[in-house]
T-cell receptor, first 111, second 114 residues
Framework: GENVEQHPSTLSVQEGDSAVIKCTYS??????FPWYKQELGKRPQLIID?????GEKKDQRIAVTLNKTAKHFSLHITETQPEDSAVYFC??????????FGKGTRLSVIA | NAGVTQTPKFQVLKTGQSMTLQCAQDMNHEYMSWYRQDPGMGLRLIHYSVGAGITDQGEVPNGYNVSRSTTEDFPLRLLSAAPSQTSVYFCASSYSGPNTGELFFGEGSRLTVL
């Protein structure tokens, strides 16, 4: 089945700097790659997703890139703000199997 | 719409006790699932359902049972609780199958097994 690796597990950045979180997946049939944000004590919520027919997608300060050849995708957050502090999860779907999540990255934005 | 509703939010059990975590959604989603979240382990799929009367196992199904008698409800049963089942449990649902569309999560249920 699908296996998703996520790095780093923790990330600290200064406010205003950029943050990058990287994920790799194992199933070459995967074609949907969402990112979820989970604030402390809250439920995970979708922030952006990308499908395999697109190499990059942007939504204001966040962007996701996908390299299907290398089987990796990344989340980029620019001009980080304190409210970006949270745990971020990447995920991938492998063919007809359910969504598989990475283990998460705890992002801390230091003011 | 209330979205995905989970009850209870908190529960303490003794080893060997049984209980049911309730999950209901009012979005007419066909797909429903249960995840557990443990520190450093991410979100691991326990069981899922692609429609009423259909359930399947996820990554960590042992010790848990599910049923899907209606589109709206997807309860998770712990038959004989163990300390290893101490975790935060999330129910999630989406349109169509498990592979398309945004997953909507409930607020979570924190379970402690003593």
């Amino acid at each position: 089945g699908e296996n998703v690796e996520q790095h780093p597990s923790t990330l600290s950045v200064q406010e205003g700097d950029s943050a990058v979180i990287k994920c790799t997946y194992s199933d070459s049939a995967s074609n949907y790659f969402p990112w979820y944000k989970q604030e402390l004590g809250k439920r995970p919520q979708l922030i952006i997703d990308i499908r395999s027919n697109v190499g990059e997608k942007k939504d204001q300060r966040i962007a996701v890139t996908l390299n299907k050849t290398a089987k990796h995708f990344s989340l980029h957050i620019t001009e980080t703000q304190p409210e970006d502090s949270a745990v971020y999860f990447c995920a991938a779907r492998g063919g007809n199997t359910p969504l598989v999540f990475g283990k998460g990255t705890r992002l801390s934005v230091i003011a | 719409n209330a979205g995905v509703t989970q009850t209870p939010k908190f529960q303490v059990l003794k080893t060997g006790q049984s209980m049911t975590l309730q999950c209901a959604q009012d979005m007419n989603h066909e797909y429903m699932s249960w995840y557990r979240q443990d520190p450093g382990m991410g979100l691991r799929l326990i069981h899922y359902s692609v429609g009423a009367g259909i359930t399947d196992q996820g990554e960590v199904p042992n010790g848990y049972n599910v049923s899907r008698s209606t589109t709206e409800d997807f309860p998770l049963r712990l038959l004989s609780a163990a300390p290893s089942q101490t975790s935060v449990y999330f129910c999630a649902s989406s349109y169509s199958g498990p592979n398309t569309g945004e997953l909507f999560f409930g607020e979570g249920s924190r379970l402690t097994v003593l």
